[in-house]
Antibody, heavy 112, light 111 residues
């Protein structure tokens, strides 16, 4: 069946970087765009942007145009989200989604 | 930006009773293809969102028919009849016109 499996929880310090993976299975990876969604603790869902899995071209929502990088490893059917120069406000669960299928979420905690 | 406003923010329901959640859009969600781009999701505690309804009124695969949705181009209602324990969680409306946004969520609890 169609699945998106994300990497495990991360604990980082302010200023560090983190790279989250999202491995797809059960479908042709390049047939669907991959979206990323942020959910801060106790908050709702915020769309971060998407990446065209055929061309690799990323599109970022306004709040995520700095420090955030979407990338692909097409041969491994995997999408990545990298967050640079982490700050406390980046503490959240990050979901990849190939609508309507969602990954299980990857928790990132930023703490000094 | 299209803003989706949900009401209420929380609802407490007796098992077996019905519940309704409203979602109002700041712009029409009717696409040029004649599809209403309104989706309903349920996020159970500690889980990822699960699609319940797509294109305003279509039940997603595996979703019980206790769930239904209707609306216009800007005003939508999710109805849950005969609420069960498994329905507890946060309900989000969302759209995919322009770029996706979500409502703030409605937390459903049992009395």
């Amino acid at each position: 069946q169609i699945q998106l499996v994300q990497s495990g929880p991360e604990l980082k310090k302010p200023g560090e970087s983190v790279k989250i993976s999202c491995k797809a299975s059960g479908y042709t990876f390049t047939d669907y765009a991959m979206n990323w969604v942020k959910q801060a603790p106790g908050n709702g869902l915020k769309w971060m942007g998407w990446i065209n899995t055929q061309t690799g071209k990323p599109t970022y929502a306004d709040d995520f145009k700095q420090r955030f990088v979407f990338s692909l490893e097409t041969s491994a059917s995997t999408a990545y989200l990298q967050i640079n120069n982490l700050n406390i406000e980046d503490t959240a669960t990050y979901f990849c989604t190939r609508f309507p299928v969602w990954g299980q979420g990857a928790s990132v905690t930023v703490s000094s | 930006d299209i803003v989706l406003t949900q009401a209420p923010l929380s609802v407490s329901v007796t098992p077996g009773e019905s519940a309704s959640i409203s979602c109002r859009s700041s712009k029409s969600l009717l696409s040029s293809k004649g599809i209403t781009s309104l989706y309903w999701y349920l996020q159970r505690p500690g889980k990822s969102p699960q699609l319940l309804i797509y294109q305003m009124s279509n039940l997603a695969s595996g979703v019980p028919d206790r769930f239904s949705s209707s609306g216009s181009e800007t005003d939508f209602t999710l109805k849950i009849s005969k609420v069960e324990t498994e329905d507890v969680g946060v309900y989000y409306c969302g759209h995919r016109l322009e770029y996706p946004t979500f409502g703030a969520g409605t937390k459903l609890e049992l009395k």
